[in-house]
């Protein structure tokens, strides 16, 4: 008898300790969902998920459909048990507008007895679960329903169902999407390194990553042609209202070099650079030739391609410049967004592509182009 009642107590203090951690226990969150905000009269939905998982990918875009059409009653968490590391490597070239987080010991896993991916579970506002199975089963109209039976439940508040648990003591992102209140503002991180990002989130355009990356854009230039000092080479978040992104950098610049502490020099050098001539016009893409939605970054690239989304001549000159570790030049002026698709690693096919595609030639040539210097 007393054998059974010690392990009756056991178990009270193993299922005591997981309450106390709420349902779903997160490491950190790679970033916040651009699509709907976390509140406690929101039922909780959990995708696990893995980068190797290809189906995962697919029924996340599902869930991002959902998660748009019910950003009221509804919020949605990207679950995976790898590792930052992973994740961050994944997301540029596959993107999502959903919140992200990582279970890094793997115990919401564990308790919901995840073996298969894709998989969800759903909790209604005071915590308990209400659905569970493979995220394409939950259809608009049995979501609907079970937002309406569950509205009035009571509730326990979302963070008392997701709780942040640093395992690390690393920096997670905030869940709340940040909401600028002046036309530029300017951060400076010195402990992030590795995020590069650019989007247009609403009103705003919102830049983050290296100071020299975001001088390269602002300044149609490649980062190659900025100089600046690796420890003063920090980590930049930008918010700026689209009009004076695309029509005031000198005003952005301007705010960061104040941010910053430092200033700007520029001079001329002569070497090699490619040169780009636009040789049919017409047979530039449009805006839409890739929707990847509202939101969403406009540039992928990783070891082979460059993908980019509504983005102009000049911006994709200095991008495609810092691939290539040379200057990009071109008489061509045009600042109409348009959409690009084109490998950078081998120059051979890249040339193929950029006349075949789009009419433009690529050669290799000596020239005079512009230095800016930052100390």
Same mark, same amino acid.
């Given at each position: 008898?007393?054998?059974?009642?010690?392990?009756?107590?056991i #178990?009270?203090?193993?299922? $005591?300790?997981?309450?106390?951690?709420?349902?779903?226990?997160?490491?950190e969150?790679?970033q916040? !969902?651009?699509?709907?905000?976390?509140g406690?009269?929101?039922?909780?939905?959990?995708?696990?998920w893995a980068?190797?998982c290809?189906? #995962?990918?697919?029924?996340?875009k599902y869930?991002?459909t959902?998660?748009e059409?019910f950003?009221?009653?509804?919020?949605?968490?990207?679950?995976t048990?790898?590792?930052? %590391?992973?994740?961050?490597r994944?997301?540029? =070239?596959?993107?999502s507008r959903?919140?992200v987080a990582?279970?890094?010991?793997?115990e919401?896993? $564990?308790?919901?007895?995840?073996?298969? $991916?894709?998989?969800g579970v $759903?909790?209604?506002t005071?915590?308990?679960?209400?659905?569970?199975?493979?995220?394409?089963? @939950?259809t608009?109209?049995r979501?609907r329903?079970?937002i309406?039976?569950?509205r009035?439940?009571?509730?326990?508040?979302f963070?008392?169902?997701?709780?942040?648990?640093?395992?690390?003591g690393?920096?997670y992102?905030?869940l709340?999407?940040?909401?600028?209140?002046?036309p530029v503002e300017?951060?400076?991180?010195r402990?992030k390194?590795?995020?590069?990002? @650019?989007?247009?989130?609403?009103? &705003?355009?919102?830049f983050a990553? =290296?100071l020299?990356d975001?001088?390269a @854009?602002?300044?149609?230039v490649?980062?190659?042609q900025?100089?600046?000092?690796?420890?003063?080479?920090?980590f930049?978040?930008? &918010?700026?209202?689209n009009d004076?992104?695309?029509?005031?950098?000198e005003?952005i @610049?301007?705010?960061v070099?104040?941010?910053?502490?430092?200033?700007?020099?520029?001079?001329?050098?002569e070497?090699?650079?490619?040169?780009?001539?636009?040789?049919?016009? !017409?047979?530039?893409w449009?805006?839409?030739?890739?929707?990847w939605?509202?939101? !969403?970054? =406009?540039?992928?690239? %990783?070891d082979?391609?460059i993908?980019a989304?509504n983005?102009?001549?000049p911006?994709?000159?200095?991008?495609?410049?810092?691939?290539?570790?040379?200057?990009?030049?071109?008489?061509?002026k045009?600042?109409?967004?348009?959409?690009?698709?084109l490998?950078?690693?081998f120059?051979d096919?890249m040339?193929?592509?950029l &006349? %075949?595609? &789009?009419?433009?030639?690529?050669? =290799? %040539?000596t020239?005079?182009?512009?230095m800016?210097?930052l100390?």
């Amino acid at each position: 008898m007393r054998q059974k009642t010690g392990y009756i107590f056991i #178990c009270f203090f193993i299922c $005591l300790g997981s309450f106390a951690f709420g349902q779903v226990k997160v490491s950190e969150f790679i970033q916040a !969902s651009r699509l709907s905000e976390p509140g406690d009269d929101k039922l909780v939905f959990i995708d696990f998920w893995a980068t190797w998982c290809k189906p #995962c990918i697919h029924v996340s875009k599902y869930v991002e459909t959902l998660q748009e059409q019910f950003s009221g009653d509804f919020y949605a968490v990207s679950l995976t048990k790898e590792s930052r %590391d992973v994740v961050t490597r994944f997301l540029p =070239k596959h993107p999502s507008r959903l919140a992200v987080a990582i279970d890094m010991e793997g115990e919401t896993f $564990l308790k919901h007895g995840i073996t298969t $991916l894709p998989y969800g579970v $759903l909790y209604n506002t005071k915590g308990d679960v209400v659905w569970k199975g493979h995220p394409a089963d @939950l259809t608009e109209n049995r979501l609907r329903s079970l937002i309406r039976r569950n509205r009035n439940k009571g509730r326990k508040g979302f963070s008392n169902i997701v709780r942040v648990v640093e395992t690390g003591g690393g920096e997670y992102a905030s869940l709340e999407t940040y909401r600028p209140e002046r036309p530029v503002e300017v951060f400076i991180n010195r402990s992030k390194t590795s995020e590069n990002l @650019l989007y247009e989130n609403g009103k &705003y355009t919102h830049f983050a990553g =290296k100071l020299d990356d975001l001088v390269a @854009l602002l300044g149609r230039v490649s980062a190659v042609q900025v100089d600046v000092r690796e420890n003063d080479n920090r980590f930049v978040e930008v &918010y700026a209202l689209n009009d004076i992104w695309r029509n005031g950098p000198e005003r952005i @610049l301007g705010e960061v070099y104040t941010a910053t502490g430092l200033n700007a020099h520029t001079l001329n050098k002569e070497g090699e650079v490619y040169r780009l001539t636009v040789k049919d016009p !017409s047979r530039l893409w449009d805006a839409e030739q890739l929707d990847w939605g509202r939101d !969403s970054p =406009k540039f992928l690239v %990783d070891d082979m391609q460059i993908q980019a989304d509504n983005v102009t001549f000049p911006e994709l000159l200095a991008r495609l410049g810092s691939l290539l570790g040379a200057p990009v030049v071109s008489s061509y002026k045009d600042n109409t967004p348009r959409d690009w698709k084109l490998q950078h690693r081998f120059f051979d096919l890249m040339k193929n592509q950029l &006349y %075949d595609t &789009y009419g433009i030639e690529i050669t =290799k %040539d000596t020239a005079v182009y512009t230095m800016v210097i930052l100390r």
